[in-house]
């Protein structure tokens, strides 16, 4: 056996044990008849990604889970992978490049897909090393990429398949532009922040008359597009101007003065300036009004020649010199603070622009039917269920979604254009000639182009339920058929619609049914004072550092003691150093259980050690509801509280012998036994330090491993000694409380008067009670009337004589305030039961319970009050 350190060492225990579990195959899994699967997707982290507390929070859940289901001997499966992250991952390798003094426009797509897969090769790979520092037991052998050429393959099918349904189309809408990433973005990529932005309220002289009128906006700029001028034309203010026209100022391009009711009266002056080429709503007005399209944003935020004014030059360095030019024009009449929502670039953080752009889409309604209706049927359960009204909300309006990106890395779209700009879609080029070969013998691969756009990042992501077991290449092959549908996935609300929804579209559109059973939404990972992390903040500790100075099992436990489901979770360092000292004194007292010699002789521990299996399994059965129910963090701390309160500091007291004496053989292999259940029950939460005191425990052989050891199995638990062991603890707890307040010493015996015969729970305990509270005697049926002090428990009343005079008028005071609070607790109580309307509804148990309170208050009363009499 090997040799128990004096001291727990993370470092090395979490190197030697992962290395261990990786050498014998133990995360590795294939499909296996005889067993039940249990299968898990890894949310991929971006390719770009380095490991964040989020990463901490989210894959040591998945990692709990998995690892209680391989004990459970189910054939668990947790398959890693990561995204390839187009707008992320191109804005790295242009900024390395930059570096170089290499320009993105000087290299060909091939050169710079060259410097791209070069780029992901040497740090693609980061994320997922660092995850194996916290334990992850993924099944490293079956890691992906979504980029990789079968997921391509699987994502080209799909794009054929969509637009051979006709759900994919290529249409030239207004979309939102991302101007710094130079790419269209999905509505669902748009994060919107509120700002205070100013107001401009401009004038708009009329042509042919000598007045003007007066519009109100936040984008003086875009005045350089505009169409027209529109009025409510119920609006008494400005009938005068119906069918009159405008000049725009500065260019002094007439434009009609239309009339809509989507104008509202009440905003801003009541005549809005349209834009139709920069926002969405006057897009609308445009189509419906057939007004001119003027586009004058460049790709990158610059005006366009078609502004008239500032071309080549940034947006908001326009912004700032129109305004000094209409204010010196006189058509700035005044400026105003005005809170309105700006959408920003979900990867780039830019303001994002509408602008019109030919791009493909998806029709998403049809594909969005059966992924609601299967999560609000609860097919697919959400945990916690809250977050279905918003899933519900989003489905229900979602529109068409714009799956392309001008972008080189990433999935290019299959689809090819023929000289006169017909659209072919298909695999390759050789495929596309096929199909329009019977047209036109004579056309060949060069003259074919193929779109220069890839797909949304989402669009491979949507698969990956499927695409990592290879359903879409083939699928009936064994790996889809065993472990789809997957049973949980843990990911963040955040993703809801990007990932979540569309998962479930996928699945039920390629294959029918859903992707997985469970989804268990994570919290946000916020600092101590409610602030989310982020490195601009400084409030985002290094995981890799803290798993240095706490350990992993350190971490991870800190992570869990405070992350409730779809809650934010408060982070503080001092959440991991509980958990390093909650490590540290399971090491301590299994050294202290080591150190005992044993002897043949027979003990009085049997209570003891009965009290302690049936307190096991009964948190064994709590444990159970709390997993199925996905409270993992309330599962966690009920395990901590069974070894720290319940072992620790109850059954290795009750059990231990005096020093230098030896234990009963029996009583300590019974000890040993319930460490070793103690183990499993931990181990998902705490890998390492189970794992390592598991081979302390008794000599095993090298694939005699906890990771892969039998979860526990429910039996039998005696409720009436759990009963009795608690009403003797009040006890000790009571006396120790005495002792405390009276500053009595610890080593002084004590006497334990009752005014009753003893009762079975504390005959059962007695010698417990004497050992721990440091009792000499117990006395039955008293009448003693001697200097002390008295409590109940469970209607026995007890008294505690104490040989020290008491300082009665400290201790009249106190008894005094305990009797104020007392009889006030037994108002409240008399409330609810002459309550008629709580009698007729509340539950028998609920009624029981404020019964006892009751009686057990009357008790406490009439004690004080004879302790007072006795002052």
């Not at 609601?372 to 945990?383: A, G, M, P, W």
């Not at 027979?602 to 049936?614: G, L, N, P, S, T």
Request: glycine share 4%; hydrophobic share 40%.
């Amino acid at each position: 056996m090997m040799k128990l350190p004096t001291k727990y060492n993370p470092q090395t225990v979490e190197d030697k044990w992962y290395k261990h579990w990786l050498q014998h195959n133990f995360f590795r899994s294939k499909p296996n008849p005889k067993k039940t699967p249990y299968a898990m997707i890894i949310p991929p982290p971006n390719v770009t990604g380095i490991l964040h507390m989020g990463h901490i929070l989210n894959n040591t859940i998945q990692d709990v889970l998995v690892r209680k289901a391989r004990m459970e001997g189910k054939e668990a499966c947790w398959v890693p992978g990561t995204d390839h992250a187009s707008i992320a991952t191109e804005a790295k390798v242009v900024a390395l490049l930059k570096e170089k003094g290499i320009k993105k426009s000087d290299l060909s797509r091939e050169a710079f897909l060259k410097h791209a897969w070069t780029w992901k090769e040497k740090y693609g790979g980061i994320i997922l090393e660092q995850l194996k520092k916290i334990g992850a037991s993924c099944d490293w052998e079956r890691t992906r990429f979504t980029l990789e050429e079968s997921l391509s393959e699987a994502v080209n099918t799909v794009f054929i398949k969509l637009y051979e349904k006709g759900y994919i189309y290529r249409g030239n809408r207004m979309v939102n532009w991302d101007p710094q990433g130079k790419t269209a973005l999905a509505d669902d990529e748009v994060i919107y922040k509120e700002v205070t932005s100013p107001l401009y309220y401009l004038r708009y002289a009329l042509v042919g008359d000598d007045d003007y009128v007066t519009i109100a906006t936040t984008r003086p700029e875009t005045i350089l597009g505009d169409t027209a001028l529109c009025i409510h034309p119920k609006d008494l203010r400005y009938q005068h101007l119906k069918g009159k026209k405008a000049f725009v100022p500065l260019i002094n391009r007439p434009i009609p003065i239309i009339e809509d009711e989507y104008v509202a009266m009440d905003f801003g002056t009541g005549c809005l300036k349209v834009t139709p080429a920069h926002d969405v709503n006057d897009y609308e007005l445009g189509q419906k009004h057939q007004l001119a399209l003027i586009d004058i944003f460049k790709e990158d935020g610059t005006l366009s020649e078609a502004a008239q004014l500032y071309g080549g030059e940034d947006r908001f360095v326009v912004r700032e010199k129109i305004v000094k030019q209409l204010k010196e024009a006189g058509h700035l009449l005044k400026t105003e603070n005005y809170k309105n929502r700006v959408g920003f670039s979900e990867r780039t953080d830019a303001v994002v622009e509408p602008r019109i752009s030919t791009q493909w889409f998806v029709k998403i309604k049809e594909l969005a039917k059966p992924a609601l209706e299967n999560v609000l049927n609860d097919t697919i359960q959400f945990h916690p269920p809250k977050f279905k009204n918003m899933y519900k909300s989003w489905l229900e309006k979602v529109k068409d979604w714009c799956i392309s990106r001008q972008l080189w890395w990433g999935h290019r779209i299959p689809a090819y254009y023929l000289p006169d700009g017909t659209v072919v879609v298909a695999k390759n080029k050789q495929e596309a000639l096929a199909k329009v070969t019977t047209r036109n013998e004579s056309l060949t691969e060069k003259d074919l182009k193929q779109d220069e756009d890839v797909l949304d990042t989402w669009f491979s992501s949507w698969l990956w339920p499927l695409t990592v077991f290879d359903g879409l290449k083939d699928p009936d092959n064994e790996d889809i058929c065993y472990y789809y549908p997957t049973h949980d996935l843990v990911t963040a609300p955040e993703i809801i619609f990007f990932w979540v929804a569309r998962m479930i579209m996928a699945g039920y559109e390629f294959r029918g049914e859903a992707p997985f059973r469970n989804v268990y939404f994570t919290g946000i990972v916020r600092d101590k004072l409610g602030r989310k992390m982020a490195k601009s903040l400084g409030n985002s500790p290094d995981p890799l550092t803290l798993i240095e100075q706490y350990g992993a099992d350190g971490v991870r436990t800190g992570m869990l003691f405070s992350s409730p489901a779809g809650n934010d979770l408060l982070f503080d360092t001092k959440l991991c150093e509980q958990g390093r000292n909650f490590a540290n004194k399971i090491w301590n007292a299994f050294r202290l259980i080591k150190s005992w010699e044993t002897s043949a002789q027979v003990d009085d521990k049997e209570i003891a050690i009965q009290w302690f299996e049936a307190k096991f399994y009964q948190t064994l059965q709590e444990v159970e509801v709390h997993f199925q129910q996905f409270r993992i963090s309330d599962a966690l701390i009920t395990i901590y509280k069974l070894i720290w309160d319940d072992f620790c500091a109850w059954y290795l007291e009750m059990i231990k012998p005096r020093y230098g004496q030896p234990i009963a053989k029996h009583t300590y292999e019974a000890t040993l036994a319930f460490f070793e259940s103690l183990m499993k029950l931990l181990h998902p939460f705490m890998p390492f330090i189970t794992e390592e005191i598991w081979h302390h425990l008794k000599n095993r052989n090298e694939k005699d491993c906890l990771i892969v050891a039998a979860w526990p199995q429910q039996q039998a638990l005696d409720e009436s000694l759990l009963n009795q062991a608690k009403f003797a603890f009040e006890v000790i707890a009571s006396i120790r409380n005495i002792r405390n307040k009276k500053q009595v010493a610890p080593q002084q015996k004590l006497k334990l008067y009752l005014r009753q015969e003893i009762p079975q729970w504390l005959a059962s305990f007695a010698c417990y009670i004497k050992k721990l509270a440091q009792v000499s005697h117990i006395v039955p049926n008293s009448t003693e009337e001697v200097n002390g002090i008295g409590f109940s428990v469970n209607r026995c009343e007890c008294f505690v004589p104490l040989v020290e005079k008491v300082d009665q008028e400290k201790e009249k005071m106190h008894l005094l305030k305990e009797l104020t609070y007392t009889k006030g607790f037994l108002t409240s109580i008399m409330k609810k039961l002459n309550n008629e309307r709580f009698i007729q509804n509340a539950p028998g148990k609920v009624i029981a319970m404020e019964q006892k309170k009751k009686e057990d208050a009357v008790l406490k009363i009439k004690m004080l009050e004879e302790s007072l009499a006795k002052l």
